[in-house]
């Protein structure tokens, strides 16, 4: 089996480098099937940022890291797919975030031009007092 190391990070910590890692590992998918079969080598990732020289023994099969320990085999059609829901789904969670930090930016736009408005009555009832 060829071990294609997709986890699947909590939802808080989701984000554009973890779209990228998914989009990265549906990359090498679809080199596999482009290689040919004296072309084994392969980096095979240990951890996040550790990578060891591996050689390939299956490429219709894998094994697929869900997280938290659980591992699910998969052939190379099913983990396509996988990889495709995965990047579909951190799109949509992309897109939802991005609309409620525009959101939160204008709620704070919003309070900052209240808050120099009553700055600038206090200031201002100050200065008449003197």
Known sequence: FFFLMIRRPP???QSRSSAAS???KRQ????LKKKTTAD???MIPLTSSLYVSGV??????????LGTGYYVE???????????RKIAMLKENVEKLTKIITEKSQQIDTLTLVLQKKVNAIMAAQQKKA
């Open 22 to 24: 998914d989009v990265y």
């Open 11 to 13: 939802r808080s910590t």
């Open 40 to 42: 084994n080598q392969m």
């Open 74 to 84: 998969r052939n190379t059609r099913q983990a396509s797919e996988y990889c495709d």
């Open 56 to 65: 390939i023994a299956d490429r219709e099969n894998f094994l697929i890291d």
């Open 28 to 31: 090498v998918l679809d080199s």
